[in-house]
């Protein structure tokens, strides 16, 4: 009796393990199939657009000069504040005279010397060389006084506006600068563009600037200078804005948008929603079917129509016309998951 006790309880066992085996086994079915991730996908075309670039920069002065002579020493007078507007030629700093006046004293007596001396040359009376010498000796004078006073009597190279104020009257200039003079009637901003558009800017073309400071109003530029180089880590390119500014309406220092027409060109153009942002940086990137399996792309972002926007990837030939791109369920994918493509 007992002997097929134990038998039955073995059977039963046997019989348990069985079915939980083929719960497992449906288990694991279920979650092979949650792997390939339902998606619908959109065939990359390649369309013509009416390319316009914006661009954000930060405004400079045209031409900003830090006052430094040449010559240290104590400073008599500034005669200028921070704010003092100044015209090309005004008198913006003096320095001690000494070295200046010492300067003009030999420059005198040198000059007499010399003027003697032509007058013996012309008679006859003396050597060529001593004539170049003494010529030479009030030359160089001459030089030096021209330096010491430039540098001693400092003006204003161009009109403007002063930005900056580092000493006060008595203090000793020891290579800081004195000041600084920042032209803003004639603004000027450096751009960063995408190599993809190197050949379509060229210099003098018109840009559009706007600030969030003056809604809805536009202030004109001019591209002045396109750099010849690509910088290899961005991809991209610099381009120097000239930009009039006679109302001083916007200043140094501003951040700005600008919009640069560079006419027709072929751009992929996809839904705004199939384009995915990294959390916690602004890196944009799209995912594309690669026969059942999805790749992630890193792109960047271009002109925006609507509900559509350019792409740009950000390695070159990561993606193309012809490519299927994933338009929904895109946002649960990962790099190398497995895809079930819907219609």
Known sequence: ???????????????????????GG?????????EAEK??????????????????????GYETMNIAPSLTGHIEHIYVEVGSRVQ?????????????????INLASTKTEFERVSALKQSGSISQQVYDQTKAGYDQLAENEKFLEQN???????????????????EMYAGQPILTLTQISRLKAI?????TYFPMVKQGMKVEIESDI??????????EIVYPTIDAASHTFQAKLNIPNASEKIRPGMYVRTRLAVGEVDAIVVPYQSVLK???????????????????????????????????PVEAGAMKAGDRLVVTGQARLVDGATLEIVE
């Open 1 to 23: 009796m007992n002997k097929a006790i134990r038998l039955t309880a073995i059977v039963l066992a046997t019989l348990g393990m069985v079915a939980c085996g083929g719960k």
């Open 26 to 34: 449906d288990k694991a079915a279920t979650t092979t199939a949650k």
């Open 39 to 60: 998606v619908k996908v959109q065939t990359l075309e390649s369309e013509r657009i009416a390319k316009t670039l914006e661009l954000s920069s930060t405004l400079e």
């Open 88 to 104: 090309k030629g005004s008198m913006l700093v003096r320095m001690d005279q000494t070295q200046l006046n010492t300067t003009r």
């Open 152 to 170: 001693t009597f400092v003006k204003a190279q161009f009109a403007g506006v002063i930005s900056a104020k580092y000493y006060e009257d008595g």
């Open 191 to 195: 751009i960063n563009i995408p190599e």
């Open 214 to 223: 003056y809604p809805g109003e536009v202030f004109p530029a001019t591209i």
């Open 278 to 312: 990294l959390t916690g940086s602004n890196d944009r990137y799209v995912f594309v079917a690669d026969g059942n399996t999805a790749r992630r792309v890193a792109v960047t972002l271009g002109q925006r129509f609507d509900d559509r926007i350019e792409i740009i």
